[in-house]
């Protein structure tokens, strides 16, 4: 679920403003759970879900439109947990669709009061949470594994498919990013990354990311932008040599010989990797050409 941020607004906030006729907040409260309404929906009618392809996008805008005309009617005022509040309705709009056309929910009979009571204590939400972000993770597995059998169409399709699941993590979108850097889409490849590091991902992944994004960037010949982003992640990891020949390849483009010079002369005095020092070498001596 892409649960609100520190900075986001919250779940009532959101629910106020569809009180209100705010499409936008309708809208973010549906970013976060819609996926949620509609997993829901598929565990209770799972056969229905293979016969009818738009049997979810059904159910899910019969809930959403529920959750508008109780807002507006002031009955969502007092819902502590929109994540069971919307269990619950998708449950009801699902085995009541099914009902109308003779099926039978899964978990009907002795279990039915579980589909149709509001969970307790939170864990049923929670066992769902979980269960999607599992499904992510297991598309995320299969994504490398394409990935590595040079299979770039299978693996961007189950990256997108780790996203729709679980789209509350920014690491399917770096590695969507290193997707598109390897197909030589670098615009979309400096979308993704921007995405991840817009999402917060961590300091250990951050660096990576401002790497692989700098990269893209230079392909772009954005130098200023790959600049920044290497001068960031600098400052987060100033260990990581390769980095200095790149921003020194960087600065060579931009015709600034002097910071050109110090990083690569910084690069050449530590580094070690045999595929960029000959190059380093090479510029440094044009910078010394260019400055006589």
Known sequence: MALPRANDPSDAHLL?????????????????????????????????????????????????????????????????????????????????ALRRRGETPVGSGANEAAYTQVPAAEEDTAHLLATLEELSALHLHRARCYRLAGDYESAHSDLNQAIYWNPSTPYPHSKKGELYYLTMKDEDAVESFSRAIEMGI????????????????????????????????LRHEPGRINAYYFRGLSYFYQGD????????????????????????????TATEIYRQ
């Open 257 to 284: 010989d002097e910071h050109c010079s110090d990083d690569l002369e910084h690069f050449l005095e530590v580094g070690s990797d045999p595929r960029l020092i000959p190059e380093a070498r090479s510029i440094l």
């Open 16 to 96: 106020g403003g569809i009180a209100a006729d705010d499409s936008m907040a309708l809208r973010r409260l549906m970013d976060r759970y819609d996926r949620l309404v509609r997993y829901t929906a598929y565990r209770i009618s799972r056969e229905r879900c293979r016969r009818d392809p738009l049997w979810l996008d059904s159910v899910a805008s019969e809930v959403w439109t529920d959750l508008c005309r109780a807002a507006r009617a002031g009955r969502t005022q007092a819902v502590a947990d929109i994540q069971s509040y919307l269990i619950q309705i998708a449950r009801r709009r699902c085995i009541d």
């Open 202 to 233: 961590t300091n250990g992944y951050l660096v990576d990311v401002l790497f692989q994004r700098a990269l893209s960037y230079i392909e772009m010949k954005e130098y200023d932008a790959a600049v920044a982003d290497i001068t960031e992640l």
